[in-house]
Structures are given as C-alpha cells and as structure tokens.
C-alpha cells in the first residue's frame, strides 16, 4: 500500500495532518497562561507511531528540539500502558520526568492515544513549558542543583484521564507543587484542549480518506524522508572531521567541561560520536540521553533544511553517546540547564561540518538562552515570578550577515515582548538595545548580540537567579571568521554594579527596588575571512553603530574609512 499511494494524495494527506498539528500549537498558544508559552511558543505538537513512538509529523511552530525528545516521551508512556494492560480510547498520559522524555522538568507532556476500530491508530503528543514546579528556585532554573529534586517536582508517566473521565486527584498533587496554580491550571486545560482539537482533526481525516491511505501515507513519507537524507550525504564527501567547546561550569566546580564530536561520513550514512566529551557532573548541565539524541536531530536538519521532519530522516545517523557523560546523565543527575549544553552539541556538529561542506552550516550563535528569573510578593502577599530568556547574535553565513538579536537556533520560539513581561511583573526595561561590537568578524559578520537591564519596581524587592553560558567561551567564527563577544552578566547593589563569580551563574541575588540586574548577549560568530569583507558593508555598520570605528579598523583595515562620503 505504501508504494501506491499517489503523490498528489501523498501531498494532500502531509499538508493535512501537518495542518492538524499546527491547529494544535495554535490552540495552546492562544489558551495558555504564561507568557512562555503563549508569547515565546515554547510548545510542540505532533504525531507519533502506534507501536514505535517514532515521529510521524510535526507542527510548524513547536519547538525542533521537541521532534526528537517527545517520540522518547511517547515509547515512555506506550511501556507503561503496557504495564497496565488496559489501554482505552480517551486515556491521557501525563509527566515531566525529564529522563523518560527528555529536556527538563518544566516541560510537562502530554500523551494521548487516538483509536479506530478499538485499536491505536496513533499517538497525539502535547509539550509545553509550564512556568513552575516547585524545586528550591522560583521558575526552576536552579544552577546549584546536585539532583533533579532541587530543581522541581518529578512526575513519572500517570494517567491524568481514564477513558475520558479526569482524574481530579492528579490535578490536585499538580496544582499543590507549583509557586503558580491558576498558571499551571490555564496551561493543562490548553494542553487538553489541543489534544480534543487533534483528536477531532484526525476524525475528519480519516473519515474522509480511510484509515489505510493515511497509515500508508505515514509510511510513506518516512521512507522519503530517508531516502532524501541518503541522497543528500552521498553528494558530501566521505572522511572524519572532529571538533570540541567547552562550557563555563556547571554551577557547582568552577571548572570548564569539554563536549567533542567526530562527524564521520561514509557514503549515504552519518555517524555523530561523542566519545571524549566529559562525565557526568555534580551541576545541571548535564542531560539525560533522549535530549541529546533529539539535540542531533535539529543539528541536522539545520545542515539539511529541505528534509522534512520525521523520523525517517535519522535513519542513516548513528549518534554515539558515551554512557554516564555529560550527555547521558541517569536519575536523579540534575539536568535543568538543558538548554546549554544542547546549544554547545549544535555548536560542535556545525564546526565539524564545516569542515566537510562550509556552505551549508554558519557560524556558531551566541549559545546561551541567558534563564533570567527574578521573584517577590507584590503589595498584597501574592508571590510573582518572571522567568524568561533573552537572545543574542546568530553566526555569519556563505549568503549573509548573521541575524541580529534573534532567539536560539534550538528552537522556533520568540523572545517574550518587553511590553508583556513589563505589562505581567513589577518591572521596567530600562534598555532593550542591539550591543554594539558583539560580533564576530568575517567575510559575513556575526550578529549583534543584546543588552537588557531590568529594574525591580516593587518596594518589597525581588531575588534573581541566572543560569547562563558562554561568560568564557565565545561562539566561534567558521571557514576563517572571527569570534564573537563573551557573555557579561551584572548586578546592581547599593556600592555599585557586580559580577557573579561563576561569571555565567548565580543564585539568590538580593535586589531592592530601584536596583536592576543586566545582561549583555554575545554576538554571532563570523563567516570567512575578514580580509574578504566588502569596505562598504564596514562603512555602513560604523554609520549604524553596530561597529566602533577602533574596532572596525582593527578587525577590517582602513580600508572602510575610504568608502565614507
């Protein structure tokens, strides 16, 4: 059946079922409560396999990161169905056990079986970024956690409905472990609500086409989607291409932790090893091992944009993890910030690529998502918690000049608006601005990273926790580019402004109102070399004042300054 499908229905039933998972990211973007999710879309939807867990297609708008890790998060829930042995139609998994499912425990997944003609036909999945879950730090981003339990409540997979039927006692131990239970209550009734809406789509669907053309088109579109990724590595040439970063610490030893790859190619498979990278460690940098997986899946299809996204694309890939490192860390190893050390796997992937073939990858970005969260009690006892992330520079290309201040390349989601965080907290942006010589330079420059300062408006003050990176390891330039700037993180006292001594990291800053904390991201890294840059292109950065004069002479040569009328 799977090779008889026509490529016109091929086509129609993709963008269908494609279109089911975008109305259901779209569903919890517009129903959710905290800004995370409703303003930055840190979510995803998709489609999973019956019996594998495998991604079968997913959403527009969620989170790439979230293709990979949700399949794990489904094979969680499809063993502990097992475990039951009485799975039925209206069944609903919930958890945010992050070594089942991957990434961290404020992502809460949901997981629901779709049945036709009593059997599972497929999974719907529901991920979104709950704003707090307990654990010691308000928003849960704990940079001095030594296990996952100072960092939020664990949630292993339960069934949240039974048959249809709501289990009001789930909710209940939910909504008793967050800082933020009518947030918490707003994003689970739109994660349900998308799960009704996919539910109801797929109905349609298969009324109209027939259970078998749509599983048959299922298949199909995976077999593509490895036959295109077979296609695409035989056009690179075979060899080995290795490559390493660091991280600044891990929050609890100040000490710098090493991730290396081999990218090796051979014909139309891929290998993606990361032996030497370093040991699990006391601090939450680490991951658990389906994060690390789905990390070299959107690597991949960064090198490889056209192919689709599902898990026929990671067929001819064999990703090599080294057991209890840094990227396979068991429970209860802390792993809350997630988000950099994927942001230094992408890193390595694309600096050993570029290697191999330099006109499909760009430089490094800025590598950090800077988890700033700053909380208090407003006037009438109420806690708020403002947790966000903050962007920076993309690195420069063989087309372009990096983005500006744009978010990291891990997701698709976007930076909450300043009006909204203000609208939201008792704070005030005193500078959302574009930093001027952030950038790494090259043939095609780096972006321009950001400068934020926030300042606390409320007289009972606030604390800030910071869990970033990149504060001694700038994001490297590619085929000859430069650097990037590093990443600068100050906070204001009554004797002046000052720095956290693990640079990148810091808890339990005391902030009294009128003081502010400020972040300065680091640019992108640079494409080609300098020498090769357009004397013009030079000339109309100074006259932005994206680049100083000093510092455009001294990475260009005086050759711009010819080109000013």
């Given at each position: 059946m799977t090779e008889s499908i026509d490529p016109i229905t091929l086509a129609v039933l993709a963008g269908r079922m494609e279109q089911i998972a975008d109305e259901m990211d779209a569903t919890l973007f517009r129903a959710a409560f905290n800004p995370i999710i409703a303003e930055a879309h840190d979510a995803s939807h998709g489609l999973y396999h019956p019996t594998t867990g495998d991604t079968l297609v997913q959403g527009k708008s969620g989170l790439p990161i979230f293709v990979g890790v949700m399949s794990f998060a489904v094979k969680a829930v499809i063993e502990k169905a097992a475990e039951h042995g009485d799975l039925a139609d209206g069944d609903i998994y919930i958890f945010n056990d992050a070594h089942l499912g991957g990434t961290h425990l404020n992502d809460m997944r949901l997981v629901r079986p779709y049945f036709h003609e009593g059997k599972p036909f497929c999974y719907l999945g529901s991920v979104g970024h709950w704003h707090d879950l307990g654990g010691a730090v308000p928003g849960n981003y704990n940079p001095a956690a030594t296990d996952a339990f100072q960092e939020a409540f664990v949630l292993p997979p339960v069934r949240l409905a039974k048959?249809?039927?709501?289990?009001?006692?789930?909710?209940?131990?939910?909504?008793?472990?967050?800082?933020?239970?009518?947030?918490?209550?707003?994003?689970?009734?739109?994660?349900?609500?998308?799960?009704?809406?996919?539910?109801?789509?797929?109905?349609?669907?298969?009324?109209?086409?027939?259970?078998?053309?749509?599983?048959?088109?299922?298949?199909?579109?995976?077999?593509?989607?490895?036959?295109?990724?077979?296609?695409?590595?035989?056009?690179?040439?075979?060899?080995?291409?290795?490559?390493?970063?660091?991280?600044?610490?891990?929050?609890?030893?100040?000490?710098?932790?090493?991730?290396?790859?081999?990218?090796?190619?051979?014909?139309?498979?891929?290998?993606?090893?990361?032996?030497?990278?370093?040991?699990?460690?006391?601090?939450?940098?680490?991951?658990?091992?389906?994060?690390?997986?789905?990390?070299?899946?959107?690597?991949?299809?960064?090198?490889?944009?056209?192919?689709?996204?599902?898990?026929?694309?990671?067929?001819?890939?064999?990703?090599?993890?080294?057991?209890?490192?840094?990227?396979?860390?068991?429970?209860?190893?802390?792993?809350?910030?997630?988000?950099?050390?994927?942001?230094?796997?992408?890193?390595?992937?694309?600096?050993?690529?570029?290697?191999?073939?330099?006109?499909?990858?760009?430089?490094?970005?800025?590598?950090?998502?800077?988890?700033?969260?700053?909380?208090?009690?407003?006037?009438?006892?109420?806690?708020?918690?403002?947790?966000?992330?903050?962007?920076?520079?993309?690195?420069?290309?063989?087309?372009?000049?990096?983005?500006?201040?744009?978010?990291?390349?891990?997701?698709?989601?976007?930076?909450?608006?300043?009006?909204?965080?203000?609208?939201?907290?008792?704070?005030?942006?005193?500078?959302?601005?574009?930093?001027?010589?952030?950038?790494?330079?090259?043939?095609?420059?780096g972006g321009m990273g950001a400068i934020y300062e926030i300042e606390v408006l409320e007289g009972g003050g606030a604390t800030a926790f910071l869990f970033g990176e990149r504060g001694r390891f700038a994001p490297k330039g590619v085929a000859g580019g430069g650097a990037a700037s590093l990443n600068v993180f100050s906070y204001e006292q009554a004797d002046g402004w000052h720095h956290p001594p693990m640079v990148s990291k810091m808890v339990g800053m005391k902030l009294k109102q009128g003081q502010a904390v400020r972040l300065e991201t680091p640019g992108g890294g640079g494409y080609g070399s300098a020498s090769d840059r357009d004397p013009t292109a030079v000339a109309q950065d100074v006259a932005m004042g994206l680049v100083s004069p000093e510092n455009a002479t001294a990475a260009y040569g005086p050759a711009w300054t010819e080109t000013r009328e």
């Open positions: 048959a249809g039927v709501l289990q009001t006692d789930i909710v209940d131990i939910l909504m008793r472990n967050t800082r933020l239970p009518q947030s918490a209550e707003g994003d689970l009734n739109g994660q349900l609500g998308a799960l009704d809406l996919g539910v109801k789509r797929l109905a349609e669907l298969l009324a109209e086409y027939g259970a078998e053309t749509v599983r048959a088109a299922l298949d199909a579109l995976q077999n593509r989607a490895e036959m295109l990724m077979r296609a695409e590595l035989e056009e690179l040439p075979n060899g080995r291409w290795e490559a390493e970063d660091f991280l600044d610490n891990d929050g609890i030893t100040d000490e710098p932790l090493a991730i290396r790859v081999a990218l090796e190619i051979k014909d139309d498979t891929m290998t993606l090893d990361f032996s030497g990278t370093a040991d699990r460690c006391a601090g939450p940098v680490n991951i658990a091992l389906p994060t690390a997986v789905a990390t070299a899946y959107v690597a991949i299809k960064h090198i490889f944009p056209a192919l689709p996204a599902n898990a026929g694309v990671m067929r001819p890939i064999n990703v090599v993890i080294p057991e209890n490192s840094l990227l396979s860390a068991p429970f209860p190893a802390p792993v809350g910030g997630y988000t950099e050390t994927i942001l230094r796997m992408i890193d390595v992937i694309f600096a050993a690529a570029s290697q191999a073939a330099p006109d499909r990858v760009v430089a490094n970005a800025y590598g950090t998502i800077n988890a700033l969260s700053i909380a208090g009690k407003r006037k009438n006892g109420q806690p708020w918690v403002m947790f966000s992330f903050y962007g920076g520079g993309h690195g420069g290309s063989l087309e372009s000049d990096g983005l500006n201040h744009g978010n990291a390349p891990i997701s698709t989601a976007t930076i909450p608006p300043m009006e909204i965080l203000e609208a939201a907290y008792p704070v005030m942006f005193r500078q959302w601005s574009l930093r001027p010589d952030s950038a790494g330079a090259g043939m095609h420059r």
